[in-house]
């Protein structure tokens, strides 16, 4: 079985059909393990740099930043890191940064306290850029736009953060990575017409994009049945988004959990996703199932679920789907 898991671990990301999917990981939690996982993802979709900061007891320097970044490109090169600006608020919080508020969920969170602390802001970015000096492979993520000044603020602070440093090691050649946004809020979906012309990459959120499409706290015990991004509601969505991107030649992913859900998986395939980005335990098996599968037969399955009137009846198909296609 261990030799069977290893083969199946580097055998390619391909469907039966020969379409390639790239398999990319959620990062920034356990360095250690994930590091070691270089070989077998296609580069890292989302590094949360939230988790480094939750863990330290104020702010780090701009200096100890880069030299953690630089890190972190180095562990996956050449294959690309997207990483993520500080995306705290919400449930994840700062012990030595406080924010009280009644309803955090929407509230003070991700690119909206970037702005507010343009000081932070630029200090991650400079960080990041210099960390990528002579390695060429790092993206940066926005966290939680919701308009479009939020874009055009953080697009010209990086501007910014890019001529200050350039100005001050003019010898050095400077990288200028690409700068995407994560679509988790719904007023961003339809914006992407707009924003296209701005940002070079996108990536759904699907955990806080459920969440808001559905008003069910992501955190609340309570409510917990309700969260369900298959949800026809919520699939429509995704698939509007995979529309829309296509229809404005902008590159675009997925980094929620339920691209690491086989179902999951399987029913962005159908509607145009090549990345998903996902947690490591997830890769293998979602490269098992979609190795096993054509595009054709997940499209017929997609349009069946897209017309379903309840996540229950999405997922019976769905898992139905899988048995008859082993
Ligand atoms: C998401 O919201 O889907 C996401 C990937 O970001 P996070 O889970 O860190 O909020
Ligand atoms: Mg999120």
């Not at 069977?4 to 920034?28: H, K, P, W």
């Not at 690491?260 to 029913?267: D, T, V």
Request: net charge negative; glycine share 6%; proline share 4%.
């Amino acid at each position: 079985l261990n030799n069977r898991f290893l083969a199946e671990q580097s055998a390619q990301s391909v469907t039966l059909d020969g379409e390639q999917i790239n398999l990319m990981l959620n990062a920034g939690l356990e360095l250690n393990t994930e590091q070691s996982s270089a070989h077998i993802c296609d580069g890292v979709g989302l590094y949360r740099t939230e988790a480094w900061f939750m863990q330290k007891g104020q702010f780090p320097s701009q200096t100890e930043q880069e030299n953690w970044y630089r890190e972190v490109l180095k562990s996956y090169h050449p294959a690309p890191v997207v990483m993520r600006t500080l995306d705290i608020g919400g449930d994840k919080v700062l012990d030595y940064f406080n924010i009280t508020e009644e309803n955090p969920f929407l509230g003070w969170r991700g690119i909206r306290i970037s702005l507010d602390h343009p000081e932070l802001f630029l200090d991650q970015l400079k960080a990041m850029l210099k960390a990528n000096m002579g390695l060429g492979n790092l993206k940066i993520m926005l966290p939680m736009i919701s308009g479009t000044e939020e874009v055009d603020e953080a697009l010209a602070l990086f501007e910014q953060a890019y001529f200050e440093l350039s100005e001050k090691c003019p010898n050095q050649k400077l990288e200028r990575p690409e700068v995407g946004i994560m679509l988790e809020v719904p007023s961003s979906i339809f914006m992407l017409d707009e924003w296209a012309k701005k940002v070079d990459f996108c990536s759904v959120g699907s955990n806080d994009l459920t969440q808001y499409l559905l008003a069910v706290d992501r955190a609340n015990a309570r409510v917990a049945q309700l969260f369900n991004p298959y949800h026809p509601g919520v699939l429509r969505v995704l698939n509007k988004v995979a529309n829309e991107c296509s229809k404005h030649s902008l590159p675009f992913s997925l980094c929620g959990e339920l691209g690491g859900e086989p179902e999951g998986a399987i029913l962005l395939i159908a509607m145009g996703y090549r990345h998903l980005s996902m947690n490591l335990s997830s890769l293998t098996k979602v490269k098992w199932i979609l190795r096993r599968l054509n595009i054709n037969d997940m499209q017929q399955l997609l349009a069946e679920c897209l017309v379903q009137s309840n996540a229950k009846q999405v997922l019976r198909l769905t898992r139905n789907f899988m048995i008859e296609h082993q």
